[in-house]
C-alpha cells in the first residue's frame, strides 16, 4: 500500500456555525476553512496565501478572530465559529445587509472583494470589544489583512462609519 492510497483519519466534531449546530465526520487534516467551504458550503470565507499572512480566511473562533487556513476544524469542535454570512443576520437595515456591510458599501471600501470577509470579520471583532475605535486602531486590526487591491482608506472610512452607528458610539 502506498502513502496515496491509504485512508486519512477522519474524526467527528460538533460545531455550531453562525448559529447552526452541525455534527460532521471530518479528516483530520482539513483545515476549518475547507471544512466551512467544502462540507458546510459556507463560500464566503476565502483562502488566499494558505499561509495566514493575507487574512482573506479570518472567522471568529468563540468570538475570536482566527485563520481558517492555519486551525484545523477539528480544533473547531464544541466550538462557535462565525462567518462572513452570519453577518447579515446582525440587525440587518433595509438592504438586508448588516450594519458593517452596509458601511462598506456606502463608502466604496468593497474593492474587488476577495479579501473583504476576512476584514469584515476582523472588524466585527473590533467593533465588538470596542463600540467606539479611533483610526489607529482600526488599521492596527487592518494589518493584519494584505489586499492586493491597497485602497484600505475607504476601509478604515467603512469601519469608522459603522463605529458611529453602533449602539453606546461615542
Known amino acids: 500500500m502506498d502513502a496515496m492510497s491509504r485512508e486519512e483519519p477522519v474524526r467527528t466534531i460538533t460545531v ?7 455534527v460532521r465526520d471530518v479528516a483530520d487534516r482539513k483545515n ?6 467544502q462540507d ?6 476565502h483562502v488566499g496565501c494558505e499561509h495566514g499572512v493575507c487574512g482573506a480566511c479570518t472567522v471568529l473562533v468563540d ?9 484545523l476544524a477539528v480544533q473547531a469542535d ?13 440587525t440587518p437595515g433595509p438592504s438586508g445587509l448588516g450594519p458593517l456591510q452596509q458601511a462598506f458599501r456606502d463608502r466604496h471600501a468593497l474593492q474587488c ?3 473583504t470577509p476576512g476584514i469584515l470579520m476582523s472588524l466585527t471583532e473590533l ?29 478604515v472610512a467603512a469601519a469608522l462609519q ?8 461615542r
Open 63 to 71: 468570538g475570536v478572530s482566527a485563520r481558517g487556513c492555519l486551525m
Open 32 to 37: 476549518l476553512a475547507d471544512f466551512l467551504r
Open 127 to 155: 467593533l465588538r470589544d470596542d463600540p467606539s475605535p479611533d483610526e489607529e486602531a482600526v488599521r492596527i486590526v487592518l494589518s493584519g489583512h494584505l489586499c492586493r487591491c491597497t485602497g484600505y482608506q475607504n476601509i
Open 78 to 90: 464544541g466550538c462557535s465559529v462565525e462567518t462572513v454570512e452570519s453577518l447579515a443576520g446582525e
Open 16 to 22: 455550531i456555525v453562525n448559529g447552526k449546530a452541525y
Open 162 to 169: 459603522a463605529a458611529s452607528k453602533a449602539p453606546g458610539a
Open 113 to 115: 472583494g476577495f479579501c
Open 40 to 45: 458546510l458550503q459556507l463560500t464566503g470565507t
